[in-house]
């Protein structure tokens, strides 16, 4: 089952502009991770942010975390055209000996339009 | 990259068959999952295996099964195939206690 429900579905921007996606979850976590995919080839870790943890910033991302309302989100700023793809979230549950399981949701998919 | 293969890139197999999927972790990474794409969904848990052990399955029937050896690959077994199988198959793998995992491109496998 999906336990992340990225919001929107599609996002279209042009270049340079800024895009936003966000992402609710549904149970505790430890963390919270966002992928890329490209195409449907194999996903890319891009950026994890732990339980306690508000942001984070990774060259041109920044990732906040609300507990409260179970809630993140991914800013990509000043967009490229490469930047297109579909974004995903993920949340890490604990399998036990610091084993995760990852749980994704749908993903949003992202077009820069140059 | 991510330093983790898969093989092969494309299958097609028909109903009723089975079929082995191979995935070649980054050496030093002693955790490997499997996750089942559908198209247009994001990835779904399999199962986990941890030292050649199964560490944890998702909602996934018998059929579906898998082994781990010791020098960092790994297979995912599907048994009986059904239309339903159709999708794309990732693994990822992980060393120690990191959260981070690290994903192959996967294999792309259609039922027919």
């Known amino acids: 089952s999906q336990q992340g429900e990225e919001d929107p579905q599609a996002l279209s921007i042009q270049e340079g502009e800024n895009a936003t996606m966000n992402c609710s979850y549904k149970t505790s976590i430890n963390n919270l991770q966002w992928y890329r995919q490209n195409s449907g080839r194999g996903l890319v870790h891009l950026i994890l942010i732990r339980s306690n943890e508000r942001e984070k910033h990774s060259g041109r991302l920044r990732v906040t975390l609300d507990t409260s309302k179970k809630s993140s989100s991914l800013l990509i700023t000043a967009s490229r055209a490469a930047d297109t793809a579909s974004y995903f979230c993920?949340?890490?549950?604990?399998?036990?000996?610091?084993?995760?399981?990852?749980?994704f949701g749908k993903g949003t998919k992202l077009s820069v339009i140059p | 990259e991510t330093g983790v293969t898969q093989s092969p890139t494309h299958l097609i197999k028909t109903r009723g068959q089975q079929v082995t999927l191979r995935c070649s972790s980054q050496s030093g990474h002693n955790t490997v999952s499997w996750y089942q794409q559908a198209l247009g969904q994001g990835p779904q848990f399999i199962f986990q295996y941890y030292r050649e052990e199964e560490n944890g399955r998702g909602n996934f029937p018998p059929r579906f099964s898998g082994l781990q050896f010791p020098n960092y690959s790994s297979e995912l077994n599907v048994n009986a195939l059904e239309l339903d199988d159709s999708a794309l198959y990732l693994c990822a793998s992980n060393g120690g206690a990191e959260e981070t995992q690290y994903f192959g491109p996967g294999t792309r496998l259609l039922v027919l």
């Open positions: 993920a949340t890490a549950g604990g399998l036990g000996a610091g084993s995760y399981q990852l749980t």
